[in-house]
């Protein structure tokens, strides 16, 4: 992981108003944004978290993940 700032946008294929709107996952061919690259990232890391990352791939929570994400995003100031 490191931040937008510290990487070459245009070799991943984004822009910064794609960075600035969500997360990404951008590896081995995979580009993934918003709740789908919360849920790559989490399923590679120890312990019940790779457990977590799975599920929420998979329905019903797949279909919470854009707007759960979404919200999460727009009131994270809340959150730390």
Do not use: C, K, Q
């Amino acid at each position: 992981m490191a931040p937008s700032a510290e990487l070459d946008l245009a070799r991943l294929g984004l822009t910064p108003a794609e960075v600035a709107a969500a997360v990404w996952w951008v590896a081995e061919g995979e580009r993934l944004s918003g709740h789908r690259a919360v849920a790559r990232l989490l399923r590679e890391l120890d312990g019940g978290w790779g457990f977590v990352g799975r599920a929420i791939g998979v329905p019903p929570l797949v279909w919470l993940g854009g707007p759960v994400y979404r919200w999460i995003a727009g009131n994270r100031s809340r959150f730390g």
